[in-house]
T-cell receptor, first 114, second 112 residues
């Protein structure tokens, strides 16, 4: 399975600022996925990033708040913009497993907004 | 849409005992059911999965069972060890990446 490097692993940010999270995969993948995991809760898909096209956002998530870049087949970034304490979560990137079932996740970015 | 319920939310067992986590789903079109283990400070890791054409699957100390009629599936961990302590998520997939719904997670604590 692919190996995903995600950084930063954690950050504490001031309200109103933005944070960009990076996700690097050790192999070329068509789609990369960004998830949010709020404290003590499950995983919610934010958006899907395809190389060479605009990201596809799920209901409740908008590009202005969570802009995504996908410059090549091994890299993606997620920016959390104009942060508020409600954005405090773990953000995870993931890719489909080689055989097409299930996902491989990065180690996550634990974001605290103060 | 799909709704996945997971129970219990927390589970404590003595080392060596068995642990069972149960999930129910609502969408009869769901055909793939993975289980993920998330250790502290790490991302979820797929540990076992089952497809709708199979009723049971086992991998060493872990097993998953599926009852399509009742729309529920369970994770069984035997001879638990302290390193099994983690949060476990079930998921149901009815096709495609947009059709994956995760359960709310079970925090398993194995007491030495």
């Amino acid at each position: 399975s692919a190996v995903i490097s995600q950084k930063p692993s954690r950050d504490i940010c001031q309200r109103g600022t933005s944070l960009t999270i990076q996700c690097q995969v050790d192999s070329q993948v068509t789609m990369m996925f960004w998830y949010r995991q709020q404290p003590g809760q499950s995983l919610t898909l934010i958006a899907t990033a395809n190389q060479g096209s605009e990201a596809t956002y799920e209901s409740g998530f908008v590009i202005d708040k969570f802009p995504i870049s996908r410059p090549n087949l091994t890299f993606s970034t997620l920016t959390v913009s104009n942060m508020s304490p409600e954005d405090s979560s773990i953000y995870l990137c993931s890719v489909e497993r080689d055989r097409g079932y299930g996902y491989t996740f990065g180690s996550g970015t634990r974001l605290t907004v103060v | 849409g799909e709704n996945v319920e997971q129970h219990p939310s927390t589970l404590s067992v003595q080392e060596g005992d068995s642990a069972v986590i149960k999930c129910t789903y609502s969408d009869s079109a769901s055909n793939y059911f993975p289980w993920y283990k998330q250790e502290l400070g790490k991302g979820p890791q797929l540990i076992i999965d089952i497809r709708s054409n199979v009723g049971e699957k086992k991998d060493q100390r872990i097993a998953v069972t599926l009852n399509k009629t009742a729309k529920h599936f369970s994770l069984h961990i035997t001879e638990t060890q302290p390193e099994d302590s983690a949060v476990y998520f079930c998921a149901a997939n009815s096709g495609g990446y947009q059709k994956v719904t995760f359960g709310t997670g079970t925090k398993l604590q194995v007491i030495p």
